[in-house]
Every structure is written in C-alpha cells, then in structure tokens.
C-alpha cells in the first residue's frame, strides 16, 4: 500500500510538542522521498519538511527551522515529525505526502502521488 496514514495529531498548550507519524511502504523508503505539509482554514496548503529516500538529506521551511525534526524509523516503515515549542500559528490539517519512485524533496504539492488523510494539530491555551 503506497497511501500513507497519519497519526499523532491532537491539542496543545502554547510551548508543548506533539510528534506526528506516517505510516509508509516499505518501497517508498527505500527509494522515494516522503513530506509534510500543512493547510490551515483560508490558507494555501504550505510544505514543512521532507525526507529523501536514503535519509541523510532533510528539508525544513523557514518557518519551522529549529523546532521540528523530520526523521525515519525503517524497521517500522514510519516517519516522524517532532514538534517542539508549538505556536497558534502552527495549528493546521498536518499532511503526509508521498513520491514513491522519485528519491529527491520538493516542495510542490503536485510532485507526489500519494497523501495521506490528514491529522489535525491545534495549538491553543
């Protein structure tokens, strides 16, 4: 199954973290490249961070730069996105997206294939 499945989303404080999961094939690891993006209500869906297949190359927006971390586990197939120091603005659907035969990140929602439902991330006190 190439669609990834998303988990981890929920409601925090201010200042909290929360750490985002996506469930991917096995194939889509070892050769593709997996994102995230986000779509807040009125707003354009914005990428944040991507993995390329051979996992040593990470790409992060400006706006999240130093406080979330992209990362792969894998032995369960699963990405991570760790968020740390959460602000209002970060509450959004939070997507995972993938272009299983193609190794390499961009940040264009219409280079990859296969999205996940969506999990929704709200940051509020």
């Known amino acids: 199954q190439l669609q990834p499945v998303e988990s981890g989303g929920g409601l925090v404080q201010p200042g909290g973290s929360l750490r985002l999961s996506c469930l991917n094939s096995r194939f889509t690891l070892d050769h593709g490249a997996i994102a995230w993006f986000r779509q807040a209500p009125g707003q354009e869906r914005e990428p944040i961070s991507c993995i390329q297949n051979r996992g040593d190359t990470v790409r992060y927006a400006d706006s999240v730069k130093g406080r979330f971390t992209i990362s792969r586990d894998n032995a369960k197939?699963?990405?991570?996105l760790q968020m740390n120091s959460?602000?209002?603005?970060?509450?959004a659907l939070y997507y995972c997206a993938a272009r299983?035969?193609?190794?390499?990140?961009?940040?264009?929602?219409?280079?990859?294939?296969?999205?996940?439902?969506?999990?929704?991330?709200?940051v509020s006190s």
Do not use: M, R
């Open 77 to 80: 197939n699963t990405v991570y």
């Open 86 to 91: 959460l602000k209002p603005e970060d509450t």
């Open 100 to 122: 299983p035969h193609i190794g390499y990140c961009t940040s264009f929602a219409v280079d990859y294939d296969y999205w996940g439902q969506g999990t929704q991330v709200t």
